[in-house]
């Protein structure tokens, strides 16, 4: 028989397991992050020890499966109906994680009180504020007369055991880090906790058949701490990206078993909550200046709609050794390759500036289809000159500088021709799409001087 372990110890970093304490964690290498984990029970039952009668589970055919009608819960909030896929599922956890203050409890309570409007039970577990902090946010979303149960509770089973006595249908937990589980040894919102804790809440909404909300914290490094624990136990997650001191949030499903990944709710923070916008791209490109350098605007795919945006791009010359590259709502690696690329197979160097590149809107860019448009805008950065404004751009850049296809090109230029963009360097062989003039380019240097016109006079040496 193998010898099963219990493992004690778990990174709170990586969830690396050690049957010992050790300083740093062998997976990630950070240090000081080992905590007591829950010993796992010895399953290993000796065969003999077995019962001799188990009742066999049930077994089904396709044909036998009941399909239930839709009983998802709608929100009565668009985006985030949107990013849920529809609505909330009876049973299912959804895990809603940002940085503080980025309007995880708005949002929360927002949907709490059209969701009590509209007859389900609500209980709100409010584990990090007081009920008076929770009327007054209350009050400022003309919430205060819903129909919510409080429970200001931070004992994950006490707080669950009164939201099935109040009945809910609907369950909030704000949040998961600041809820413990009686009997573990460890720190409240540690990986232990964590872990026991939506294990607890798993098993409670499957047999409850209560839609449950968690809303979580995010980490230094961008996740949701204990993230491996959590988002493999929940049925989805969704995060909120956001520009600092901006008002645009976008909600992401980074999982969701029961719709699609990568969809993304569009909100605006306003004195009186989140509001769904709509019309994302119009958001996302408002306040452009046509008349600066380093714009240039791009359509991405999030989820299942196209959304235009704006990349902005700053260089200037730099006193440093080594000068700064600094990005934000984009991969720095991201920029340094385009950056690279620009250089080599350009002859546009950025050696000797500092060069900034933000998203606009806080969006975070993944798709690599905004490669050209980054580079375009880097280019009009380096060269302090505006591209035309009613050029959008649309592109993958290789390492050899070649402009290669994206997918769902009719859509995104559909999308860039209602926001105004009637033309837009393509990579070749995109097909016609009505009301957008195509201008292909077969590499980075060609759609530069199409974006750009030729260089000035007297470029700078290169790197
Ligand atoms: P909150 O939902 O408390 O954030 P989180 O739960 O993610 O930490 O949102 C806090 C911020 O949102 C705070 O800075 C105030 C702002 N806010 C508004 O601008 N309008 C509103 O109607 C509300 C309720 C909050
Ligand atoms: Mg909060």
Not at 301 to 313: D, S
């Amino acid at each position: 028989m193998a010898r099963t372990t219990t493992p004690s110890y778990r990174c709170s970093a990586c969830g690396w397991e050690s049957p010992r304490f050790v300083g740093r964690c062998a997976r990630c290498q950070e240090w000081n992050t080992l905590e007591q984990a829950l010993a796992a029970p010895n399953r290993a039952v000796p065969a003999a020890r077995r019962p001799a009668a188990v009742a066999p589970a049930p077994t089904l055919t396709f044909a036998e499966v009941v399909e239930d009608a839709d009983t998802r819960l709608r929100t009565g909030i668009p985006e985030f109906d949107r990013v849920l896929g529809g609505g909330l599922v009876p049973g299912s956890i959804v895990l809603a994680g940002g940085d503080p203050g980025i309007g995880k409890s708005t949002l929360m309570l927002q949907a709490a009180a059209r969701l009590a409007a509209a007859g389900a039970r609500v209980a709100y577990v409010c584990g990090e504020e007081s009920p008076r902090q929770v009327k007054m946010r209350a009050a400022r979303l003309g919430a205060e007369s819903a129909p919510i149960t409080l429970i200001p509770e931070t004992n994950l089973d006490s707080a669950l055991a009164a939201a099935e006595g109040a009945g809910a249908t609907v369950a909030i937990v704000d949040s998961i880090q600041a809820m413990y589980v009686e009997g573990l040894e460890t720190r409240t919102g540690g990986p232990a906790q964590l872990g026991e804790a939506g294990a607890r809440l798993v098993s409670w909404a499957k047999s409850t058949g209560t839609a449950t909300l968690l809303t979580g914290h995010v980490t230094k490094g961008g996740e949701i701490a204990g993230p491996r624990l959590l988002e493999h136990l929940v049925d989805a997650v969704l995060y909120f990206e956001g520009a600092e001191g901006g008002t645009l949030r976008v909600l992401r499903a980074v999982k969701n078993r029961f719709g699609a990944t990568d969809e993304v709710g569009v909100f605006e923070m306003t004195g009186d909550g989140l509001r769904s916008v709509e019309n994302a791209s119009a958001a996302f490109l408002e306040g452009a200046d046509p008349e600066a350098s380093g714009c240039a605007v791009t359509a991405v795919i999030e989820g299942t709609r196209p959304i235009a945006v704006e990349v902005q791009a700053l260089a200037v010359p730099s006193y440093l050794a080594s000068p700064r590259r600094v990005s934000s709502g984009l991969e720095t690696s991201r920029l340094h390759l385009l950056l690279a690329v620009l250089a080599r197979r350009a002859g546009l160097s950025a050696g000797q500036m500092d060069v900034v590149a933000t998203v606009s809107g806080g969006l975070r860019l993944r798709d690599p289809a905004a490669d050209l448009a980054v580079a375009a805008a880097l280019a009009s950065a380096i060269r302090d000159q505006p591209l035309d404004r009613s050029v959008a751009l649309l592109g993958e850049v290789a390492l050899s500088g070649a402009v290669r296809p994206v997918p769902n090109a009719a859509r995104r230029l559909a999308e860039l021709g209602r926001q105004g963009f009637d033309r837009c360097i393509v990579p070749p062989g995109t097909p016609p799409v009505e009301g957008v003039t195509l201008i292909p380019a077969a590499n980075l240097k060609a759609a530069i001087r199409l974006a750009l016109g030729a260089p000035k006079p007297a470029p700078e040496p290169a790197e």
